[in-house]
């Protein structure tokens, strides 16, 4: 396993709710990546955090947040829920510097 | 054009046959590159990093053609558990001078192993 943990495992919303997922990066990793995978598709990237800042951000519209705290978890906001934010939410934990990402087990977001 | 695109498959191939996975790249620029295996409703799972130079990880070869832009992977000997999707991944920095580097991923391709 990868020591990557995420909250929660599967999440039920209505459109225009807002929603927070929470990832624990795995031990001695400082940058964290949030991904959204929709069925049958690759994940795409969401943003990067590093020293508590946002620092690279994918094709995705500021409705979607994110924080990173000191201890390097993170969360990932969502507000205005769509139907089309229904997908899988994968956390990444890696080391500045290296190029392998590790991925926690999701956040299966359904969104009605 | 996609920026890493790989044939979706599905792969069916007999136990103990060889199979062959490719996937191209648009971004030249791109850094390092990578296959993960995906288990259905699980999380994508790094299988290897590819290097140019090649490199084999017991039953599995990868292999990087940064002039053609072009990845593959090489299963020997495939086992049943080698059933999966295999994600094709490219690691690009967002911005120079250390910035973000976001993964990007193909679609993956589905491979079925048949006893």
Redesign the interface.
């Known amino acids: 396993e990868?020591g990557v943990t995420q909250s929660p495992t599967h999440l039920i919303k209505t459109r225009g709710q807002q929603v927070t997922l929470r990832c624990s990066s795995q031990s001695g990793h400082n940058t964290v990546?949030w991904?959204q995978q929709a069925l049958?598709?690759?994940?795409?990237?969401i943003?990067?955090y590093?020293r508590e800042e946002e620092?690279?951000?994918?094709n995705f519209p500021p409705r979607f947040s994110g924080l990173q705290f000191p201890n390097y978890s993170s969360e990932l906001n969502v507000n205005a829920l769509e139907l089309d934010d229904s997908a899988?939410y994968?956390c990444?934990s890696s080391f500045?510097?290296a190029?392998?990402?590790?991925?926690?087990?999701?956040t299966?977001l359904t969104v009605t | 054009r996609k920026e890493?695109e790989q044939d979706p498959g599905p792969f069916n191939v007999p136990e103990g046959a060889t199979v062959a996975f490719n996937c191209t790249y648009s971004n030249s620029a791109s850094?390092?590159f990578?296959w993960y295996r995906q288990d259905c409703?699980?999380?994508?799972?790094?299988l290897m990093?590819v290097y140019s130079s090649g490199n084999e990880d017991g039953r599995f070869t990868a292999q990087l053609n940064r002039a053609s832009q072009y990845i593959s992977l090489l299963i020997r000997d495939s086992k049943l558990s080698d059933s999966a999707t295999y994600?094709c991944v490219v690691?690009t920095l967002?911005?120079s001078g250390?910035?973000?580097?976001?993964?990007?991923?193909?679609?993956?391709t589905h491979l079925i192993i048949q006893p």
Not at chain 2, 41 to 46: H, I, M, S, V, Y
């Open positions: 990868t990546s991904y049958g598709q690759g994940p795409q990237f943003f990067q590093y620092n690279g951000r994918g899988l994968l990444a500045r510097g190029y392998e990402q590790y991925f926690g087990p999701g299966r | 890493v850094q390092s990578f409703r699980k999380e994508p799972k790094l990093s994600l690691n967002l911005y250390g910035g973000a580097d976001g993964l990007t991923f193909g679609k993956g």
